[in-house]
C-alpha cells in the first residue's frame, strides 16, 4: 500500500527539541522529492520545509529557517525534521507529503495523517 | 514571495447546488495551481494539478479552469461529501510553496 506514516510528535517545551520522522512504504521513495507541510490549530496550510530526491538540496521557511532541518534516510525509506528551539507558534499538526516527481517545484499527490506537535510550558 | 488569495473564506451551500471557489496569485503562476480537500481531522487529498488535470478517483463534478493570476474550482453539483475545506497551492515559484488561506464549504 502507498502510505506515510509520521510519528515523533508529542508534548515539548519552549526551546526544546523534537524530531519528527516519516516512513514512506509502496512507491521508490528515494525517487521523489519530500516535504513537511503543517496546520496550527483551526488555521490554514503551511509550507515548512522540502528536500530533494537525493537529499542534496533543502529549503525551509523563513519561520524556521536556523530552527529546523529537514533530512531523508533512503535506505530506510524515511524523512525526518528535527525542530530545535521550539516556540508556541510551532505547536500544529506536522504534515509528511510527497512531491509528484524529484522536484520541489511541483504539487503534493500524498500526504500523510499528521502528527501533532505541541509546545506548551 | 507568490501569495495565494482564495475567495470567500467560507460558503453556504445545499446539496445540488454548483459551487465555485476562486483563488488569486499575486504574481503570474501560468498553470502551477493545485487544489485539495481537507475534511476535518484528516489530511489533504490532492484534487486538481496544473490548473484542471482531474486527479484519478476524483469524481468529475470537480473541475478546474484558469491560468496566470486567476483560477477557479468548481464543484458542479454538491454531493454531501464534499462539505470541507478546500486550498489552492502554487508551485511555480518556489521556495517557498504557498497556499491559498482555504475555503470552508458549509450546508
Known amino acids: 500500500e502507498v502510505q506515510l506514516l509520521e510519528s515523533g510528535g508529542g508534548l515539548v517545551q519552549p526551546g526544546g527539541s523534537l524530531r519528527l520522522s516519516c516512513a514512506a512504504s509502496?512507491?521508490?521513495?528515494?525517487?521523489?522529492?519530500m516535504s513537511w507541510v503543517r496546520q496550527a490549530p483551526g488555521k490554514g496550510l503551511e509550507w515548512v520545509s522540502a528536500?530533494?530526491?537525493?537529499?542534496?538540496?533543502?529549503y525551509y521557511a523563513d519561520s524556521v529557517k536556523g530552527r529546523f532541518t529537514i533530512s531523508r534516510d533512503n535506505s530506510k525509506n524515511t524523512l525526518y525534521l528535527l525542530m530545535n528551539s521550539l516556540r508556541a507558534e510551532d505547536t500544529a499538526v506536522y504534515y509528511c507529503?510527497?512531491?509528484?516527481?524529484?522536484?520541489?517545484?511541483?504539487?503534493?499527490?500524498?500526504w500523510g495523517r499528521g502528527t501533532l506537535v505541541t509546545v506548551s510550558s | 514571495d507568490i501569495q495565494m488569495t482564495q475567495s470567500p473564506s467560507s460558503l453556504s451551500a445545499s446539496v445540488g447546488d454548483r459551487v465555485t471557489i476562486t483563488c488569486r496569485a499575486s504574481?503570474?503562476?501560468?498553470?502551477?495551481l493545485s487544489w485539495y480537500q481537507q475534511k476535518p481531522g484528516k489530511a489533504p487529498k490532492l484534487l486538481i494539478s496544473?490548473?484542471?488535470n482531474l486527479q484519478s478517483g476524483v469524481p468529475s463534478r470537480f473541475s478546474g479552469s484558469g491560468s496566470g493570476t486567476d483560477f477557479t474550482l468548481t464543484i458542479s453539483s454538491l454531493q454531501p461529501e464534499d462539505f470541507a475545506t478546500y486550498y489552492c497551492?502554487?508551485?511555480?515559484?518556489?521556495?517557498?510553496?504557498?497556499f491559498g488561506g482555504g475555503t470552508k464549504v458549509e450546508i
Open positions: 507529503a510527497k512531491f509528484s516527481d524529484y522536484r520541489i517545484r511541483g504539487y503534493f499527490d500524498l
Open positions: 509502496g512507491f521508490t521513495f528515494s525517487s521523489y522529492a
Open positions: 497551492q502554487q508551485s511555480y515559484s518556489a521556495p517557498p510553496l504557498t
Open positions: 496544473a490548473a484542471s
Open positions: 504574481l503570474d503562476i501560468h498553470i502551477y
Open positions: 528536500i530533494s530526491s537525493s537529499g542534496g538540496s533543502t
